[in-house]
C-alpha cells in the first residue's frame, strides 16, 4: 500500500470518498490500522488523557508528543501521519510554531502537524507552512482552549457561533492548511464548511456532512471508560475483555496452573545432571 497525499486528499473529496481517520499513539494499534488500510493517522494530544493519566491534554509535552509520533511512525511506515501541536507549543508566536512543528517532522517522522484553532491561529499557520510543513486545522470545540466554551460543549449551535466557525475554516484555508478538522459541530454547520471550503474537511462529532470521520481509538475499542462523548460509537469493549483475561491470569497465578509443562523451557536430562553435579561440586547446593 502506497502512503497517501494530499492530492489524493482532495482528489477523494471531489470523488464524494469519504476518508477514514483514526488516532493511535503506538506501533502496534499503528500497524493494525495499516493493516486494514486507514487513509491518516493522528496521533493526539488526546494520549494525555487515554494513555498518560492526565485529566486533560493540557499538560502534555512536545518531548512526549515525539516518542508518541515516533513509535506510530514506525509502526505505520506507509500511511499518513498527523502529529499534534501540544498547548503552548504554538500559540506564543510564529517562530515557536514554525520551530515545534519541524521537531514533529524532523525527529517524529511525521508527515503534517495538526493545531487548534482558527482566525486567531492564521499566522501560525501560515508561517509553518511557508517552511514547507503540511497543516491540518482543527476548529470547533478545541479541547485546549474549552476553558473558554465552559467545558466540553458542542459549538456552533448558534447563528453567531456557526458564522464564526465557517470564518475560521475560510482563514485556516486562506492560510494554507491542506484540510481541516471540525469537533463538536451540528451537521448542517458542517455540510456548509464542506461545500465552500476547497480543502476536505473531516469531522469528529460533527455528523456525516463532511469529507471524513476521525474517532479516539480507545473510545471506539471500548478501552477509555472514564467518559463516553455523544459522538463516539463504540465497536467493541476491549476494557471489559481486557478485565476478563487479567483476572483469569491472576487466578490462574494463584493457583498454580499457570504456567504449564508446555510453557517450559526444559533441560535435557544429561545437561541437568551435569549442572548439579557441578553446583555440588563447587558447594554452591
Known amino acids: 500500500m502506497s502512503k497517501k497525499t494530499i492530492m489524493d486528499f482532495r482528489n477523494m473529496k471531489s470523488r464524494g470518498e469519504n476518508l477514514v481517520y483514526l488516532t493511535a499513539y503506538d506501533a502496534q494499534i499503528a500497524r493494525l490500522q495499516e493493516e486494514i488500510g486507514v ?3 493522528l496521533v493526539g494530544d488526546s494520549v494525555g488523557n487515554t494513555l498518560l493519566g492526565y485529566d486533560s491534554t493540557l499538560p502534555v509535552t512536545m518531548d512526549e508528543m515525539i516518542v508518541f509520533t515516533s513509535a506510530v511512525r514506525r509502526g505505520a511506515p506507509d500511511t499518513f501521519v498527523i502529529g499534534d501541536m501540544p498547548f503552548m507549543s504554538y500559540q506564543t508566536d510564529d517562530r515557536d510554531a514554525v520551530a515545534n ?19 486567531r491561529v492564521a499566522s501560525q499557520v501560515e508561517a509553518i507552512v511557508e517552511a514547507g510543513i503540511l497543516v491540518q486545522g ?11 466554551f465552559g467545558g466540553w460543549r458542542a459549538q456552533g449551535r448558534t447563528a453567531e457561533t456557526a458564522l464564526g466557525i465557517l470564518k475560521d475554516a475560510l482563514a485556516l484555508q486562506e492560510a494554507g492548511a491542506f484540510s481541516i478538522l471540525v469537533e463538536g459541530v451540528p451537521n448542517q454547520v458542517t455540510r456548509v464548511l464542506s461545500e465552500r471550503c476547497e480543502i476536505p474537511i473531516y469531522g469528529i462529532g460533527a455528523g456525516r456532512e463532511c469529507d471524513g470521520q476521525l474517532l479516539i481509538v480507545y473510545d471506539m475499542l471500548g478501552l477509555f471508560e472514564l467518559f463516553e462523548p ?16 487479567l483476572s483469569e491470569y491472576a487466578q490462574e ?32 547446593v
Open 39 to 41: 487513509d491518516m493517522i
Open 101 to 119: 512543528a519541524g521537531r514533529l517532522i524532523k525527529q517524529a517522522g511525521a508527515d503534517a502537524i495538526k493545531l487548534e484553532g482558527g482566525r
Open 138 to 148: 482543527h476548529i470547533g470545540l478545541t479541547p485546549q482552549s474549552a476553558g473558554q
Open 230 to 245: 455523544r459522538f463516539v460509537k463504540r465497536y467493541g469493549e476491549l476494557a471489559d475483555d481486557i478485565r476478563e483475561m
Open 253 to 284: 497465578v494463584r493457583d498454580g496452573s499457570f504456567p504449564e509443562d508446555k510453557h517450559d523451557y526444559g533441560i535435557p536430562s544429561e545437561e541437568l545432571d551435569k549442572f548439579v553435579a557441578q553446583a555440588e561440586s563447587e558447594g554452591l
